[in-house]
């Protein structure tokens, strides 16, 4: 059953094997927000060539889109990381509207946010093709608050769709989360206390 697949083993499995032959592949990686991508990002750059796209049309209001955005230029850049490439997308908060009309009052969680993940992991899909990377993933499943089976099973979806592999993970394991809070406190990186949306807000 889905349930019972442990993401983190897949993953760990991927990575072993492409050591093996000592590649190091190009992963496009969709972040939702600097925080998410701090853990993320200092685990898997040891093994991927990472491009970083921000691709977040359901933040509002845009000011915070843009605070948001600031603080994500201001992880790498603290960081330091080497192989990683951020990629600004578009920010067209009209096409979430569009995308979440009549789910406007679902809870946190359901349906809304749903349509939403999937939105933004087809758009990481199509721009891993462009790019011609190896992969695409998304730095979601580092959240308590997203539900890694829906994100990863989504994901999976959209491969088979796209012919464009994915990245399976679970990156909230390894205490992923908990680095991840440690890392914006040791780099003064803001923490937002919503998702993004104003639904959410």
Do not use: W
């Amino acid at each position: 059953m889905e349930n019972k697949r442990n993401f983190q083993r897949e993953l760990d499995k991927i990575i072993s094997e492409h050591q093996k032959n000592n590649e190091k592949p190009t992963l496009l990686l969709h972040s939702c927000c600097g925080p998410c991508s701090s853990y993320v990002l200092e685990y898997l750059n040891q093994y991927f060539k990472i491009k970083l796209f921000f691709f977040n049309p359901n933040i509002q209001p845009e000011e915070e889109y843009q605070k948001r955005l600031t603080e994500q230029k201001k992880l790498l850049e603290k960081m330091n990381f080497s192989d990683v490439e951020l990629i600004e997308g578009e920010y067209d908060s009209d096409s979430f509207f569009k995308a979440v009309k009549g789910l406007e009052n679902e809870l946190e969680g359901g349906k809304r946010c749903e349509v939403c993940i999937k939105m933004r992991l087809k758009k990481a899909a199509e721009m891993a093709a462009l790019y011609n990377a190896d992969y695409f993933a998304s730095t979601l499943t580092v959240s308590p608050h997203k539900n890694a089976i829906y994100i990863n099973s989504t994901g999976e979806a959209i491969a088979k769709e796209l012919d464009m592999p994915y990245l399976v993970s679970d990156f909230k394991k390894k205490n992923g989360y908990k680095r991840s809070v440690e890392l914006c406190r040791i780099f003064e990186i803001y923490r937002q206390n919503y998702c993004g949306c104003i639904f959410s807000q």
